[in-house]
């Protein structure tokens, strides 16, 4: 099993980026990890470190590859006690409901048990073009939590 298991919900692919340079600073940081774009629920161990990170679709709706694991979590209710996750999250602040889709998987996944570790970050692409950019700066701090 990874160190970290990042899971991405995107619907154009940009968030996939920001995923891929998450796990490329983890792994230089000594982690192993496992990055999956919209996994289904049996693709991952109900025990140790998710990331989740995801864009919002819709009117604050997850994108199309993570509302399956969103349901199946939902449907299922596991128990994800021996979970502990990050979130991140990609939207745009002109919607009222800006980064919905990490605030509905960072809700279901404190109501199954898991815990998270630190803050939540939202990245605002209007004030970030680069999302890249917030997200390099809150894996420096996320990162010590690990240990
Ligand atoms: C049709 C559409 C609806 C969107 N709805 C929301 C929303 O409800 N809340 C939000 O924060 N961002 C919303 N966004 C902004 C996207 O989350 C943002 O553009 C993000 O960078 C897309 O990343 P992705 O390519 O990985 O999916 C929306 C974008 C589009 C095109």
């Known amino acids: 099993m990874a160190d970290v298991t990042l899971i991405t919900g ?3 692919g940009g968030t996939e980026y920001v995923a891929e340079m998450l796990a490329e600073k983890l ?6 990890t ?19 990170v995801t864009s919002t679709h819709g009117a604050g709706d997850l994108p199309d590859n993570l509302q399956p694991l969103f349901d199946a979590i939902k449907d299922n209710q596991p128990d994800l006690s021996r979970v502990r996750y990050g979130a991140v999250g990609i939207g ?10 990490i605030d509905k998987m960072d809700n279901l996944l404190t109501a199954c048990g898991a815990k998270r570790l630190g803050d939540r970050l939202d990245i605002d692409v209007l004030e ?13 701090s996320w990162k010590l939590l690990l240990n």
């Open 10 to 12: 995107s619907t154009l």
């Open 92 to 101: 745009n602040r002109e919607y009222d409901t800006f980064c919905g889709a």
């Open 34 to 52: 496992e990055l999956l774009h919209g996994p289904e629920l049996d693709e991952l161990s109900t025990e140790g470190t998710w990331l989740v």
């Open 27 to 32: 792994e230089a940081a000594g982690f192993s």
């Open 128 to 140: 970030h073009e680069i999302p890249e950019d917030p997200a390099e700066v809150w894996i420096e």
